[in-house]
């Protein structure tokens, strides 16, 4: 059994940054693969980034290329989201995802863990 518990959210200036962390509990997390998900109001759950095992990481969503970025501590057993240049469109509660298929090509997982979630709202 993975918990995953996300901090980092809040209250940003478009523009600005935020790192979201994803502190996992569990067994064998080394193996494990890492996404982040966001959801908005009225629309539907989208990938952002995710992670393999390996540290290989692969953008889920166009729009935020060049943008973000996910990387794993695995001494700290924490993923995170860096996030720059952030705009309204951005706002969203953002979710840490897990799966146990860490070498498999990420974006194609069903991910078998969630966290409950962290707001990011960006607004001036």
């Known amino acids: 059994q993975v918990q995953l518990v996300e901090s980092g959210g809040g209250l940003v200036q478009p523009g600005g940054s935020l790192r979201l962390s994803c502190l996992a509990s569990?067994?064998?997390?080394?193996?494990?693969?890492f996404a982040w998900f966001r959801q908005a109001p009225g629309k539907e759950r989208e990938g952002v980034l995710c992670?393999?095992?390996?540290?290989?990481?692969?953008s889920l969503a166009d729009s935020v290329k060049g943008r973000f970025t996910i990387s794993r501590d695995d001494a700290k057993n924490t993923v995170y989201l860096q996030m720059n240049g952030l705009k309204p469109e951005d706002s969203a509660v953002y979710y840490c995802?897990?799966?146990?298929?860490?070498?498999?090509?990420?974006?194609?997982?069903?991910?078998?863990?969630w966290g409950q979630g962290t707001q990011v709202t960006v607004s001036s």
């Open positions: 992670i393999n095992s390996a540290g290989g990481d692969t």
């Open positions: 995802a897990a799966d146990p298929k860490g070498g498999s090509y990420c974006p194609m997982l069903e991910y078998e863990y």
């Open positions: 569990g067994s064998n997390l080394d193996y494990y693969a």
